[in-house]
């Protein structure tokens, strides 16, 4: 858990109680405010997961790389070839001609 899902959880918490007083009051506008904060809250809390997801995978990467750097050096290099094959049309270099 990170600060931007702490952050969701507390906005939407904060929008689900302006919503319920603009429903007890009957003030629209409140409610309109109050459902737009809790989106903005799902929206920050998802945020957070996906940050704490990529930090989790960048490392798993790390670790790949530190353990095995001849294998990670050939997957970088296809990758790289990959790319560039299916770039090469887009970008204007080679002559590639479809039919």
Same mark, same amino acid.
Do not use: C, W
């Given at each position: 858990?990170? =600060?931007?899902?702490? &952050? !969701?959880? *507390? $906005?939407? /918490?904060? +929008? ?5 007083? %603009? @429903? #007890?009051?009957?003030?629209? =506008?409140?409610?309109? &405010? !109050?459902? *737009? $904060?809790? /989106?903005? +809250? ?5 945020? %957070? @997961? #996906? ?49």
């Amino acid at each position: 858990m990170n =600060g931007d899902n702490l &952050e !969701g959880g *507390a $906005r939407g /918490i904060l +929008g689900e109680a302006r919503e319920r007083s %603009g @429903e #007890i009051t009957g003030d629209a =506008g409140h409610r309109a &405010e !109050g459902m *737009a $904060r809790q /989106i903005a +809250g799902r929206v920050e809390d998802a945020d %957070g @997961e #996906i940050k704490q997801a990529a930090n989790q995978a960048a490392t798993r990467v790390g670790h790949a790389v530190k353990d095995q750097p001849v294998v990670s050096l050939l997957v970088a290099g296809f990758v790289g070839y990959a790319l560039g094959l299916l770039t090469m049309g887009t970008l204007g270099g080679g002559s590639r001609h479809r039919y």
